[in-house]
T-cell receptor
Framework: GAGVSQSPSNKVTEKGKDVELRCDPI?????LYWYRQSLGQGLEFLIY????????KSGLPSDRFSAERTGGSVSTLTIQRTQQEDSAVYLC??????????????FGPGTRLTVL | AQSVAQPEDQVNVAEGNPLTVKCTYS??????LFWYVQYPNRGLQFLLK??????LVKGSYGFEAEFNKSQTSFHLKKPSALVSDSALYFC????????????FGKGTRLSVIA
Protein backbone atom coordinates (compact mmCIF):
# COMPACT_ATOMS: atom_id res chain seq x y z
CA GLY A 1 0.00 0.00 0.00
CA ALA A 2 0.94 3.63 -0.37
CA GLY A 3 2.88 5.40 2.30
CA VAL A 4 2.35 8.87 3.69
CA SER A 5 2.30 11.45 0.93
CA GLN A 6 2.80 15.19 1.16
CA SER A 7 2.33 18.02 -1.27
CA PRO A 8 3.86 20.13 -2.54
CA SER A 9 7.36 18.71 -2.23
CA ASN A 10 8.81 22.21 -2.47
CA LYS A 11 7.22 25.58 -1.84
CA VAL A 12 8.84 28.96 -2.29
CA THR A 13 6.86 31.93 -1.07
CA GLU A 14 7.31 35.57 -0.24
CA LYS A 15 7.32 36.89 3.28
CA GLY A 16 3.82 37.75 4.40
CA LYS A 17 2.02 35.27 2.15
CA ASP A 18 -0.08 32.38 3.43
CA VAL A 19 0.81 28.78 2.58
CA GLU A 20 -1.01 25.46 2.84
CA LEU A 21 0.77 22.14 3.15
CA ARG A 22 -1.08 18.89 2.62
CA CYS A 23 -0.63 15.44 4.12
CA ASP A 24 -2.28 12.18 3.08
CA PRO A 25 -1.71 9.59 5.82
CA ILE A 26 -1.63 5.84 5.39
CA UNK A 27 -5.15 4.50 5.04
CA UNK A 28 -6.49 3.27 8.36
CA UNK A 29 -4.01 5.18 10.49
CA UNK A 30 -5.87 7.03 13.20
CA UNK A 31 -3.06 9.27 14.42
CA LEU A 32 -1.45 12.05 12.38
CA TYR A 33 1.46 14.25 13.39
CA TRP A 34 3.14 17.35 11.98
CA TYR A 35 6.80 18.04 12.70
CA ARG A 36 9.21 20.73 11.54
CA GLN A 37 12.84 20.10 10.72
CA SER A 38 14.99 23.19 10.54
CA LEU A 39 18.59 23.27 9.33
CA GLY A 40 20.84 21.92 12.04
CA GLN A 41 17.93 21.14 14.32
CA GLY A 42 16.13 17.98 15.19
CA LEU A 43 12.48 17.40 14.59
CA GLU A 44 10.20 19.80 16.37
CA PHE A 45 6.68 18.58 17.17
CA LEU A 46 3.93 20.89 15.96
CA ILE A 47 0.51 19.25 16.27
CA TYR A 48 -1.06 15.83 16.75
CA UNK A 49 -4.47 14.46 15.72
CA UNK A 50 -5.93 11.27 17.17
CA UNK A 51 -9.23 10.08 15.78
CA UNK A 52 -12.06 12.44 16.65
CA UNK A 53 -10.34 13.83 19.74
CA UNK A 54 -9.35 17.46 20.02
CA UNK A 55 -5.89 17.90 18.52
CA UNK A 56 -2.82 18.47 20.66
CA LYS A 57 -1.64 21.89 19.49
CA SER A 58 0.99 22.36 22.16
CA GLY A 59 3.87 22.46 19.68
CA LEU A 60 2.58 25.18 17.39
CA PRO A 61 5.09 28.05 17.57
CA SER A 62 2.62 30.89 17.07
CA ASP A 63 -0.98 31.66 16.24
CA ARG A 64 0.03 32.02 12.60
CA PHE A 65 0.14 28.23 12.47
CA SER A 66 -2.99 26.11 12.30
CA ALA A 67 -3.94 22.67 11.07
CA GLU A 68 -7.04 20.71 10.40
CA ARG A 69 -7.83 17.14 9.56
CA THR A 70 -10.92 16.49 7.51
CA GLY A 71 -12.85 13.25 7.80
CA GLY A 72 -10.14 11.71 9.92
CA SER A 73 -7.84 11.44 6.93
CA VAL A 74 -6.19 14.27 4.97
CA SER A 75 -4.61 17.07 6.96
CA THR A 76 -3.69 20.60 5.98
CA LEU A 77 -1.14 22.72 7.82
CA THR A 78 -1.62 26.44 7.21
CA ILE A 79 0.93 29.11 7.93
CA GLN A 80 -0.36 32.66 7.72
CA ARG A 81 1.77 35.73 7.07
CA THR A 82 4.89 33.62 6.60
CA GLN A 83 8.19 34.79 8.04
CA GLN A 84 11.72 33.85 7.00
CA GLU A 85 12.17 31.83 10.19
CA ASP A 86 9.34 29.57 9.01
CA SER A 87 11.68 28.18 6.33
CA ALA A 88 12.10 24.49 7.11
CA VAL A 89 11.09 21.02 6.03
CA TYR A 90 7.63 20.16 7.29
CA LEU A 91 7.16 16.46 7.91
CA CYS A 92 3.93 14.60 8.38
CA UNK A 93 3.66 11.19 10.02
CA UNK A 94 0.88 8.76 10.77
CA UNK A 95 0.52 5.75 12.99
CA UNK A 96 -2.05 3.11 13.74
CA UNK A 97 -3.85 3.33 17.04
CA UNK A 98 -1.99 6.38 18.26
CA UNK A 99 -2.92 5.78 21.88
CA UNK A 100 -0.57 2.81 21.84
CA UNK A 101 2.79 4.30 22.61
CA UNK A 102 4.74 1.53 20.95
CA UNK A 103 3.41 1.93 17.44
CA UNK A 104 6.01 3.49 15.22
CA UNK A 105 5.23 6.52 13.12
CA UNK A 106 5.52 6.43 9.34
CA PHE A 107 6.81 9.62 7.79
CA GLY A 108 6.12 11.32 4.51
CA PRO A 109 8.89 12.79 2.33
CA GLY A 110 8.24 16.29 3.63
CA THR A 111 7.56 19.70 2.16
CA ARG A 112 10.52 22.05 1.92
CA LEU A 113 9.27 25.56 2.57
CA THR A 114 11.42 28.54 1.65
CA VAL A 115 10.26 32.01 2.64
CA LEU A 116 12.05 34.76 0.76
CA ALA B 1 9.59 16.37 30.48
CA GLN B 2 11.03 13.93 28.01
CA SER B 3 14.30 14.59 26.24
CA VAL B 4 16.82 12.87 24.03
CA ALA B 5 20.49 13.66 23.59
CA GLN B 6 22.66 12.62 20.70
CA PRO B 7 26.08 13.83 21.80
CA GLU B 8 27.76 13.51 18.42
CA ASP B 9 26.78 15.69 15.47
CA GLN B 10 28.98 13.61 13.16
CA VAL B 11 30.37 10.09 13.22
CA ASN B 12 32.91 8.88 10.68
CA VAL B 13 33.71 5.21 10.25
CA ALA B 14 35.56 3.14 7.67
CA GLU B 15 33.58 0.68 5.62
CA GLY B 16 33.62 -2.75 7.21
CA ASN B 17 34.28 -1.43 10.69
CA PRO B 18 31.68 -1.54 13.46
CA LEU B 19 29.70 1.61 14.06
CA THR B 20 27.99 3.10 17.10
CA VAL B 21 25.69 6.10 17.19
CA LYS B 22 25.02 7.24 20.74
CA CYS B 23 21.74 8.23 22.35
CA THR B 24 20.74 8.98 25.91
CA TYR B 25 17.25 9.80 27.10
CA SER B 26 15.29 11.21 29.99
CA UNK B 27 11.68 10.22 30.62
CA UNK B 28 9.37 9.60 33.53
CA UNK B 29 8.53 5.96 33.86
CA UNK B 30 9.31 3.31 31.28
CA UNK B 31 10.57 4.63 27.96
CA UNK B 32 9.59 3.62 24.47
CA LEU B 33 12.65 4.21 22.30
CA PHE B 34 13.00 4.46 18.54
CA TRP B 35 15.66 4.93 15.90
CA TYR B 36 14.92 6.51 12.53
CA VAL B 37 17.18 7.11 9.54
CA GLN B 38 16.92 9.90 7.00
CA TYR B 39 18.57 9.59 3.63
CA PRO B 40 19.16 12.74 1.52
CA ASN B 41 15.91 14.29 0.28
CA ARG B 42 13.89 11.50 1.84
CA GLY B 43 11.54 11.23 4.78
CA LEU B 44 12.41 9.43 7.96
CA GLN B 45 12.45 5.65 7.87
CA PHE B 46 11.84 3.54 10.95
CA LEU B 47 14.78 1.32 11.92
CA LEU B 48 13.90 -0.29 15.23
CA LYS B 49 12.22 0.20 18.58
CA UNK B 50 12.51 -0.90 22.18
CA UNK B 51 9.30 -1.48 24.09
CA UNK B 52 10.05 -4.16 26.63
CA UNK B 53 11.85 -7.46 26.88
CA UNK B 54 15.36 -8.16 25.61
CA UNK B 55 17.70 -5.23 25.91
CA LEU B 56 19.21 -5.93 22.50
CA VAL B 57 16.83 -5.00 19.72
CA LYS B 58 17.41 -5.96 16.11
CA GLY B 59 16.08 -3.85 13.27
CA SER B 60 16.28 -3.15 9.58
CA TYR B 61 19.42 -3.21 7.41
CA GLY B 62 21.45 -5.12 10.00
CA PHE B 63 21.18 -2.45 12.68
CA GLU B 64 20.67 -3.20 16.34
CA ALA B 65 20.41 -1.15 19.50
CA GLU B 66 21.08 -1.88 23.12
CA PHE B 67 18.82 -0.54 25.84
CA ASN B 68 20.66 0.22 29.07
CA LYS B 69 18.32 1.34 31.82
CA SER B 70 21.00 2.21 34.37
CA GLN B 71 22.80 4.44 31.90
CA THR B 72 19.57 5.66 30.25
CA SER B 73 21.09 4.92 26.89
CA PHE B 74 19.93 3.38 23.63
CA HIS B 75 22.97 3.29 21.35
CA LEU B 76 22.57 2.22 17.74
CA LYS B 77 25.09 -0.30 16.45
CA LYS B 78 26.06 -2.25 13.37
CA PRO B 79 28.84 -4.84 13.24
CA SER B 80 30.08 -3.90 9.76
CA ALA B 81 29.33 -0.51 8.20
CA LEU B 82 28.46 0.00 4.55
CA VAL B 83 28.94 3.15 2.49
CA SER B 84 25.19 3.06 1.88
CA ASP B 85 24.61 3.48 5.63
CA SER B 86 25.74 7.10 5.32
CA ALA B 87 22.75 9.15 6.42
CA LEU B 88 21.26 11.18 9.27
CA TYR B 89 20.16 9.12 12.26
CA PHE B 90 17.59 10.21 14.83
CA CYS B 91 16.89 8.74 18.23
CA UNK B 92 13.42 9.34 19.69
CA UNK B 93 11.61 8.63 22.94
CA UNK B 94 8.03 8.44 23.97
CA UNK B 95 6.67 8.14 27.47
CA UNK B 96 4.08 5.66 28.57
CA UNK B 97 1.17 7.96 27.90
CA UNK B 98 -0.24 7.21 24.49
CA UNK B 99 -1.07 10.81 23.72
CA UNK B 100 2.46 12.12 23.63
CA UNK B 101 4.27 12.63 20.34
CA UNK B 102 7.81 11.45 19.79
CA UNK B 103 10.60 13.59 21.16
CA PHE B 104 13.58 13.48 18.84
CA GLY B 105 17.26 14.11 19.30
CA LYS B 106 18.99 16.56 16.99
CA GLY B 107 20.38 13.79 14.84
CA THR B 108 23.80 12.35 14.11
CA ARG B 109 25.24 12.37 10.64
CA LEU B 110 26.99 9.11 9.86
CA SER B 111 29.61 9.03 7.13
CA VAL B 112 30.98 5.66 6.08
CA ILE B 113 34.17 6.00 4.11
CA ALA B 114 35.19 3.42 1.54
Amino acid sequence: GAGVSQSPSNKVTEKGKDVELRCDPISGHTALYWYRQSLGQGLEFLIYFQGNSAPDKSGLPSDRFSAERTGGSVSTLTIQRTQQEDSAVYLCASSYRGTSSYNEQFFGPGTRLTVL
Amino acid sequence: AQSVAQPEDQVNVAEGNPLTVKCTYSVSGNPYLFWYVQYPNRGLQFLLKYITGDNLVKGSYGFEAEFNKSQTSFHLKKPSALVSDSALYFCAVRGYSGNTPLVFGKGTRLSVIA
